[in-house]
Structures are given as structure tokens and as C-alpha cells.
């Protein structure tokens, strides 16, 4: 086969990039743009680290959609972002936990953070994108708690908020 010069194509020059090195924590979700998981779990380290001093809560917002179609569309994932980017305090920290999933650390107690959580999945129904609704779940970061341990317990509690239905925020409590 002709290479493209012969073939009156021209092609781009090749270039060495240069490779800088990548703290794959720190990568973010290519289609929100947000700090990953990885990140996300380094974050609640750091922060887990000063809840004696502070409180934080991590709020988990799961996306419930009617239409069963996968993946999230792009447009709708970006207008989520954005909502929820606006919508936060410059101390908080947004970020990508799963493809249908958005954590915020926030700073204060739970009980702060849950009317910040009904707000929040109120306004992503009210964003006009048809059969796209929310629920969230939320946990209290302790001291004697892991990232990974904080993060599974707002994943526990966002299922049964979705379980629940549309509008649901569930805080993480341990059982009796």
C-alpha cells in the first residue's frame, strides 16, 4: 500500500510529548471533568485525618433514570456537573464515586448535610431532563474510620435511598 504522501495526503509530523508523570489519583473522569474515585479516597484520608478538630460529611448522589439506557449521556452527566458545581460552598469538594454517582465532602455534621442533600437531588430533577430524577446517601466521617470504610457506607446508604425512590436521602447509621 502507497504511504499517504504518495497518495497526495498530508499528514501531521510526529512529536515526542513529553510525558510528565501521572498520579493516577488525580486523573479525572474524562466526561465531567471531575477528580476520580482514587481521588476522591485520598481526599477523605486527608480530611478523616482532622475530623477530631472538624467535622465533614460525604454526601453521595446517585442519578435515577426511567429510561434504563447505558451509559448517561454525556450532555446530561455535563449538566449535572455544572448544577451541582454551582450549587456547592468553596470548601466543598465535588467529585466522580461511579458513572451514575457524584461525592461531596462536606464540611460539618450530617445532620447539616442532609438538607444540603434534599436540595441537591430536588434540583437535578428540576433540571428539565426527561425521566432524570435523584437520591443521595449520606455518611459522617469519624476519626476511627478508613476512606474506604466512609465511602462504603455512602454507597450503602445511596442504594437503599434509590431503592427508596426519587427525592430519598438516607443518612448511614450503624445498626443496633
Same mark, same amino acid.
Given at each position: 500500500m502507497p504511504a499517504a504522501d504518495d497518495l497526495g495526503m498530508t499528514t501531521a509530523?510526529?512529536?515526542d510529548l513529553p510525558t510528565a508523570?501521572?498520579?493516577?489519583?488525580?486523573? *479525572? $473522569?474524562?466526561?465531567?471533568?471531575?477528580?476520580? !474515585?482514587?481521588?476522591?479516597l485520598e481526599r477523605l484520608g486527608e480530611r478523616l485525618t482532622v475530623t477530631v478538630r472538624t467535622s465533614a460529611t460525604l454526601v453521595i448522589i446517585g442519578l435515577l433514570r426511567r429510561d434504563e439506557g447505558?451509559?448517561?449521556a454525556q450532555s446530561t452527566l455535563a449538566a449535572v456537573t455544572g448544577l451541582?458545581?454551582?450549587?456547592?460552598?468553596g470548601d466543598d469538594y465535588l467529585a466522580k464515586s461511579g458513572p451514575g454517582e457524584f461525592?461531596?465532602?462536606?464540611?460539618?455534621? *450530617? $445532620?447539616?448535610?442532609?438538607?444540603?442533600?434534599? !436540595?441537591?437531588?430536588?434540583?437535578?430533577?428540576?433540571?428539565?431532563?426527561?425521566g432524570l430524577t435523584a437520591a443521595a446517601g449520606i455518611a459522617q466521617l469519624a476519626p476511627e474510620l478508613s476512606a474506604e470504610e466512609v465511602l462504603r457506607r455512602g454507597l450503602v446508604?445511596?442504594?437503599a435511598a434509590r431503592r427508596a425512590g426519587a427525592g430519598t436521602v438516607?443518612?448511614?447509621?450503624?445498626?443496633y
Open positions: 509530523p510526529k512529536h508523570p501521572c498520579d493516577d489519583a488525580a486523573v *479525572a $473522569d474524562v466526561t465531567t471533568l471531575l477528580p476520580s !474515585r482514587d481521588a476522591l447505558w451509559p448517561t451541582l458545581a454551582r450549587s456547592l460552598r461525592a461531596v465532602l462536606m464540611s460539618g455534621p *450530617a $445532620d447539616a448535610a442532609e438538607p444540603a442533600a434534599t !436540595r441537591l437531588s430536588a434540583a437535578i430533577s428540576d433540571l428539565g431532563i426527561e446508604s445511596l442504594t438516607i443518612r448511614y447509621r450503624e445498626p
